[in-house]
């Protein structure tokens, strides 16, 4: 019996374990989130050097660099570590850093399953990653992987793929259900559902989107290893399938995805906004509202992807209805957070800048989807380069800008040190200019013609090709000072109090900067 | 002075920028020059201006409070965070907005779906990489390739007008008549594109999709395929020419004579040097984008032909790889997509070409044979 006491009062007494054990077998929350934030900026900085490759060899017409081959894997590659590796995992790492701290709990709820779905990650990358050096080359069909050209034609690796696919998928699940124990049931005495700080519920609604749909990814991309290796015909036409079949799974899946990319950053700008404006959120209710019901309606809207492979008329308005439906919800949002904004007393540190950035150009991504919604005209805007400015609209400034608001807010919490305020706020007007340039001009190529995923093109789109190529590399040079200053706010810098920012409400500011090992170890309450 | 740096301006601009002469910096969708397209142009632009409307009125407020709301200007924040009206309002109003967009995309939407009482019917069937046209009315149809040549692509020629978007056998048209589309794919998915008509359809293996267009005006109209469909997505262009009546009847007329022709050559004797020459030509049009043009292949996806197995071992081996393709990779049946004569022709090609020396040959009338006893 003592010895067991012993034990267990050693482990609250002594702080993480040395050396590369510490991480490879951590429990902690804090650790977790740390390795998932590393994980997804590296792995942002490798599908961003893809997209420097694309993006150089459409500075000009002709091929330069590389050939057709290879442009179609970087282009899906890009795609893939995006999503996967750079989008979601940085949330991930947000939700382990912040929602125990943020509900008073002391660590989350299932701590070993954490390092599982952690480590699950690299093993999963790692098996993409090598696809490129196998023989036939990596998967060159497109982040979405349309049948046949993925089954029947795609390059022998595509097995690998799936199998990466399926680990990804549940290690994301495993996160989900860690996230979904952690909130309903360490919550600190007193903290109702309805006083839970957005972040938590927004994440607490992505978590059960995931669950929701990863499966299903997992079902699609278990179909087509049968159909590759197993002689089934799910999508093969000549064998009685349906490439149709195909979309309308993916996207089952790939419509609530995009919002689980972009539910958690609408929950952490909901934070930032209201703490430099310091002013209470507006409408924190209807916000919660919002996002049941953008993730409700998120289920039925799936076929606006396919409006051109020839679904009946009846279901061709049915999901141009919804989808525009969509857009009051998020208009409400959106409205919220300028109220929020409205008469206060506002200050620009980075994390508002970034912040304010994202309503804004979130927005105009909105307003391209809104458009998109509209079936007849997406008829004309469908897989041109309008799409690809549409998504990058809402994924650049939204999901990553949203991350890196996030990111700036929190560091003086993580690191202790504030970081520097001067190179942040270069990082942040490198970054909207770049993008701004990269994706801006991306419209008018779709609305003149250009379709995507084309490694070369007519003459007539090379000005703003030429453009937005300049956008992407001053964007993606950009991300290399965001390693430094975050390097440097580790190493130093100026002490940060324990709630550096004077409007910012919350738990977490409760605690002393750095967070110490393991906090509310007793809960606190909430009144 | 002046002049001499600009004209070193020029050549220096032309010299970085050699595309940026043919540059339009063209920025919004164009009309078109059918119906539809006309009215999806409107729904955009509609659409476009709602937004525009909004984002003044959002934006509007948000900037006045970055201006005029800042804590350096000593302004103090006031605490109010609900307002039942408001929120009503604002979710209404952008519910009404939606329903007004919903009944001319509804009606346009309609529209679009309604191919009956076509007078042209046109079958159009996707290939890796390339489009072929049947006019089911008459009875004929063809290939339409991409005609920028490869120099130009890898940059070792000047690049033409219309580069990437030049095919060597237009689909032909006539203006005024509803031309119904049906389009279907051989291999992966396609889609068919003409941005002045306004019509975009994938092409579907397995799958018939029905879709049509009303062309207004006589013209060449270009698009291109826009879902990925391998290596050559890129290169798959469309070429429409909508002609006058009179001259499309012309042309269909001349078109059946021709098909006519083709038939008659099948029964003609050939001799192995004219086979070997039209075979080439088939060669590079069809095959040479995956087996490329001296045959040396780029395996593992596409198997070099110079001393392979089959070009080089039986006859009968070799007809039915061209004729039936080999399931499960990117080699087509071919069978259906070229008549006997080219098949003759390019399976004698490549038995006797870069080095491989077979020396035999097989003539149209023995394809027919082959034919017949598939059936
Ligand atoms: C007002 C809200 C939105 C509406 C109405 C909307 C509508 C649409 C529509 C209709 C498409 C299909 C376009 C086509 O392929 O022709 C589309 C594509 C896309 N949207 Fe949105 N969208 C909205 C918000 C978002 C958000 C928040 C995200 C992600 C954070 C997102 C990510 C994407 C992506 C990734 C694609 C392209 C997928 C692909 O084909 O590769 N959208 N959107
Ligand atoms: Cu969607």
């Known amino acids: 019996m003592s010895a067991v006491a012993d034990t267990h009062t050693q482990e609250h007494h002594h702080g993480p374990a040395r050396g590369f054990t510490r991480w490879l077998l951590t429990t902690n929350h804090k650790d977790i989130g740390t390795m998932y934030l590393v994980f997804s900026f590296t792995m942002f900085l490798l599908g961003g050097s893809m997209a420097m490759v694309i993006r150089a060899e459409l500075f000009?017409?002709?091929?330069?660099?590389?050939?057709?081959?290879?442009?179609?894997?970087?282009?899906?590659?890009?795609?893939?570590?995006?999503?996967?590796?750079?989008?979601?995992?940085?949330?991930?790492?947000?939700?382990?850093?912040?929602?125990?701290?943020?509900?008073?709990?002391?660590?989350?709820?299932?701590?070993?399953?954490?390092?599982?779905?952690?480590?699950?990650?690299?093993?999963?990358?790692?098996?993409?990653?090598?696809?490129?050096?196998?023989?036939?080359?990596?998967?060159?069909?497109?982040?979405?992987?349309?049948?046949?050209?993925?089954?029947?034609?795609?390059?022998?690796?595509?097995?690998?793929?799936?199998?990466?696919?399926?680990?990804?998928?549940?290690?994301?699940?495993?996160?989900?259900?860690?996230?979904?124990?952690?909130?309903?049931?360490?919550?600190?005495?007193?903290?109702?559902?309805?006083?839970?700080?957005?972040?938590?519920?927004?994440?607490?609604?992505?978590?059960?989107?995931?669950?929701?749909?990863?499966?299903?990814?997992?079902?699609?991309?278990?179909?087509?290893?049968?159909?590759?290796?197993?002689?089934?015909?799910?999508?093969?036409?000549?064998?009685g399938g349906d490439p149709v079949l195909f979309q309308h799974v993916f996207w089952f899946f790939g419509h609530p995805e995009v919002y689980i990319m972009i539910l958690p950053a609408f929950g952490a700008v909901s934070h930032i906004i209201p703490a430099f404006s310091r002013k209470p959120l507006f409408g924190y209710a209807s916000m919660v509202y919002a996002v049941g019901a953008i993730a409700l309606l998120s289920f039925v809207v799936w076929a606006h992807h396919m409006f051109t492979v020839g679904i009946p008329i009846a279901g061709q308005l049915f999901f141009m209805y919804a989808t525009m439906l969509i857009a009051v919800p998020t208009g409400v949002k959106v409205f919220n957070w300028v109220a929020t904004m409205f008469r206060g007393s506002l200050s620009f540190e980075t994390p508002m800048l970034f912040a304010v950035a994202f309503v804004i150009l979130f927005t105009i991504g909105g307003f391209s989807g809104l458009m998109l919604a509209i079936a007849p005209s997406d008829f004309q805007y469908h897989d041109t380069y309008f799409v690809v400015a549409h998504f990058h609209y809402v994924l650049v400034p939204g999901a990553i800008f949203g991350i890196f608001a996030s990111a700036y807010f929190w560091l003086p919490k993580w690191t202790g040190h504030m970081y520097d305020e001067t190179l942040g706020k270069t990082h942040f007007w490198l970054s909207f200019i770049g993008m701004n340039l990269a994706?801006?001009?991306?419209?008018?190529?779709?609305?003149?013609?250009?379709?995507?995923?084309?490694?070369?093109?007519?003459?007539?789109?090379?000005?703003?090709?030429?453009?937005?190529?300049?956008?992407?590399?001053?964007?993606?040079?950009?991300?290399?000072?965001?390693?430094?200053?975050?390097?440097?706010?580790?190493?130093?810098?100026?002490?940060?109090?324990?709630?550096?920012?004077?409007?910012?409400?919350?738990?977490?500011?409760?605690?002393?900067?750095?967070?110490p090992y393991h906090t509310f170890e007793t809960p606190p309450e909430v009144k | 002075m002046r002049v001499h740096a600009k004209r070193a301006g020029a050549l220096l601009g032309g010299l970085m920028f050699p595309a940026w002469s043919q540059a339009d910096w063209t920025l919004n969708m164009r009309p078109g020059v059918t119906g539809i397209s006309n009215d999806i142009f409107s729904l955009h632009m509609t659409i476009l201006w709602i937004c525009v409307a909004i984002g003044v009125v959002v934006f509007g407020v948000m900037f006045w409070s970055i201006f005029a709301h800042r804590k350096s200007?000593?302004?103090?924040?006031?605490?109010?965070?609900?307002?039942?009206?408001?929120?009503?309002?604002?979710t209404i109003i952008p519910f009404v907005i939606l329903v007004i967009m919903a009944i001319p995309a509804t009606a346009t939407l309609i529209n679009m779906y309604d191919t009956t009482e076509s007078d042209v019917n046109i079958r159009i069937t996707g290939y890796q990489w390339k489009w072929q046209y049947q006019y089911v009315d008459d009875n004929f149809g063809y290939f339409s390739n991409l005609a920028t040549p490869p120099d130009q692509i890898s940059n070792r020629e000047d690049k033409g007008e219309h580069y990437l978007l030049e095919v060597d056998n237009p689909l032909i048209v006539p203006v005024g008549k509803k031309i119904r589309f049906l389009v279907t794919s051989n291999d992966v998915i396609h889609s068919w594109w003409v941005p002045e008509f306004g019509v975009k359809k994938d092409a579907i293996p397995g799958y018939i999709n029905e879709t049509w267009a009303k062309v207004d005006e006589p013209g060449i109209y270009r698009g291109q395929c826009t879902e990925l469909c391998g290596k050559n997505h890129g290169?798959?262009?469309?070429?429409?020419?909508?002609?006058?009546?009179?001259?499309?009847?012309?042309?269909?007329?001349?078109?059946?004579?021709?098909?006519?022709?083709?038939?008659?050559?099948?029964?003609?004797?050939?001799?192995?040097?004219?086979?070997?020459?039209?075979?080439?030509?088939?060669?590079?049009?069809?095959?040479?984008?995956?087996?490329?043009?001296?045959?040396?292949?780029?395996?593992?996806?596409?198997?070099?032909?110079?001393?392979?197995?089959?070009?080089?071992?039986?006859?009968?081996?070799?007809?039915?790889?061209?004729?039936?393709?080999?399931?499960?990779?990117?080699?087509?049946?071919?069978?259906?997509?070229?008549?006997?004569?080219?098949?003759?022709?390019?399976?004698?090609?490549?038995?006797?070409?870069?080095?491989?020396?077979?020396?035999?040959?097989?003539?149209?009338?023995?394809?027919?044979?082959?034919?017949?006893?598939?059936?």
């Open chain 1, 60 to 239: 000009q017409p002709g091929l330069q660099i590389v050939q057709p081959e290879f442009f179609n894997q970087m282009t899906t590659m890009h795609g893939l570590i995006m999503v996967f590796g750079a989008v979601m995992p940085a949330f991930v790492g947000l939700a382990n850093w912040m929602i125990p701290m943020m509900i008073g709990a002391p660590d989350m709820a299932l701590p070993r399953m954490n390092n599982w779905s952690f480590w699950l990650l690299p093993c999963a990358f790692l098996i993409l990653v090598s696809t490129l050096f196998m023989k036939g080359g990596a998967p060159n069909f497109g982040w979405t992987f349309y049948a046949p050209l993925s089954t029947t034609y795609g390059p022998p690796s595509t097995t690998f793929f799936i199998f990466a696919i399926h680990i990804m998928g549940i290690s994301s699940i495993m996160g989900a259900i860690n996230v979904i124990a952690t909130i309903l049931n360490l919550r600190a005495p007193g903290m109702t559902l309805m006083k839970m700080p957005l972040f938590v519920w927004t994440w607490l609604i992505t978590a059960f989107l995931l669950i929701a749909v990863m499966p299903v990814l997992a079902g699609v991309v278990t179909m087509m290893l049968m159909d590759i290796n197993f002689g089934t015909s799910f999508f093969d036409a000549s064998g």
């Open chain 1, 439 to 515: 994706f801006f001009p991306m419209h008018f190529l779709g609305l003149a013609g250009m379709p995507r995923r084309i490694p070369d093109y007519a003459l007539q789109f090379a000005d703003f090709n030429m453009v937005s190529s300049i956008g992407a590399f001053t964007f993606g040079a950009t991300q290399l000072l965001f390693l430094f200053i975050v390097i440097k706010c580790i190493r130093g810098g100026k002490e940060a109090p324990a709630k550096p920012w004077e409007g910012a409400e919350g738990l977490e500011w409760t605690l002393p900067s750095p967070a």
């Open chain 2, 235 to 375: 290169f798959m262009p469309i070429v429409v020419k909508a002609v006058p009546q009179p001259e499309y009847a012309a042309w269909v007329s001349d078109q059946k004579a021709a098909a006519e022709k083709e038939r008659e050559l099948t029964q003609k004797d050939w001799t192995m040097e004219e086979l070997v020459a039209r075979g080439e030509k088939v060669y590079q049009t069809t095959c040479a984008a995956c087996h490329q043009p001296d045959g040396s292949g780029s395996p593992p996806a596409f198997p070099a032909l110079i001393g392979s197995p089959v070009a080089t071992g039986e006859l009968a081996g070799h007809i039915d790889v061209v004729f039936n393709g080999r399931a499960g990779t990117a080699m087509q049946a071919f069978g259906k997509q070229l008549s006997e004569v080219d098949l003759a022709a390019v399976i004698t090609y490549e038995r006797n070409a870069w080095g491989n020396n077979m020396g035999d040959m097989v003539t149209p009338k023995q394809i027919l044979d082959y034919k017949k006893q598939q059936q």
């Open chain 2, 73 to 90: 200007q000593g302004h103090k924040a006031s605490n109010f965070h609900e307002n039942t009206v408001v929120e009503i309002l604002w």
